[in-house]
């Protein structure tokens, strides 16, 4: 009896051991998660809203969900790659509130490199290398193309958030059609449904995918979160 006695006891210790370490775990993830970030409260569509403290990027709370992502093959202007149209699973994320400024990049980078020079324009001119060192600097990260796109759509199901014509863009967009071919002050246009701005136009945006025109055709895909990084390209 007393070496059974003793098994239970050193499980019930490693149980107790695992049950601890999961909680610091956590703990420590709760506790860097408000060492980087402070509360904003709730926006205007419901979403909650914090304020990076290094640079002072506000960022939306995106609920998780499931979407279908892809362009359908009769969309006009679809690429070859933006198919075919699949079911993707995402956990909730965090995702900027608007481009990140020529002012934020300056005050961790040092630097502004922008074709069109003002403080609260888009930075641009990036390589996604760039885009890296950045997020490495401040512990933060580029969205999926999934994560992406979930945002920019915001439940709805039309060719943009805001409806199928080029009228409906003009309502969230800048582009070619009413810029003047020259990015605009971030947060200039109405926001989308869960409060994001500039999802569409004003500037091309980084995500942290390398690229792959057969991802989509990929079971990776299909996957909760999924990402196409070096590790699930095709040869």
């Known amino acids: 009896m007393k070496p059974k006695g003793k098994s239970i006891a050193l499980l019930t210790g490693i149980a107790l051991l695992v049950i601890l370490g999961a909680s610091a775990w956590i703990y420590r993830a709760h506790l860097r998660f408000w060492w980087l970030f402070e509360s904003l409260g709730a926006n205007a569509q419901g979403y909650p809203e914090y304020r990076h403290r290094q640079t002072g990027i506000v960022f939306v709370r995106v609920p998780g969900g499931t979407f279908m992502m892809g362009s359908p093959e009769k969309q006009e202007g679809r690429l070859k790659h933006e198919g075919p149209v699949h079911e993707v699973m995402l956990s909730p994320f965090l995702m900027a509130k608007y481009e990140v400024t020529q002012e934020q990049w300056k005050k961790l980078m040092g630097d502004r490199p922008a074709k069109f020079k003002a403080e609260n324009l888009p930075v641009e001119s990036l390589l996604?290398?760039?885009?890296?060192?950045?997020?490495?600097?401040?512990?933060?990260?580029?969205?999926?193309?999934?994560?992406?796109?979930?945002?920019?759509?915001?439940?709805?199901?039309?060719?943009?958030?805001?409806?199928n014509s080029e009228g409906d863009v003009n309502l969230v967009a800048w582009h070619h059609g009413n810029s003047?071919?020259?990015p605009h002050p971030v947060g200039s246009l109405p926001p989308n449904e869960?409060?994001?701005?500039?999802?569409?136009?004003?500037?091309?945006?980084?995500?942290?995918?390398?690229?792959?025109?057969d991802f989509y055709s990929n079971l990776q895909s299909d996957k909760k979160d999924p990402i196409c990084d070096d590790s699930k390209r095709r040869d």
Do not use: I
């Open 180 to 182: 003047g071919d020259k």
């Open 128 to 163: 996604w290398d760039d885009c890296q060192e950045f997020c490495r600097r401040a512990r933060l990260s580029l969205p999926t193309e999934a994560q992406w796109e979930y945002a920019c759509r915001a439940g709805s199901q039309t060719v943009f958030s805001s409806g």
């Open 194 to 213: 869960f409060g994001l701005h500039d999802m569409h136009g004003n500037a091309l945006e980084w995500c942290a995918d390398v690229f792959d025109s």
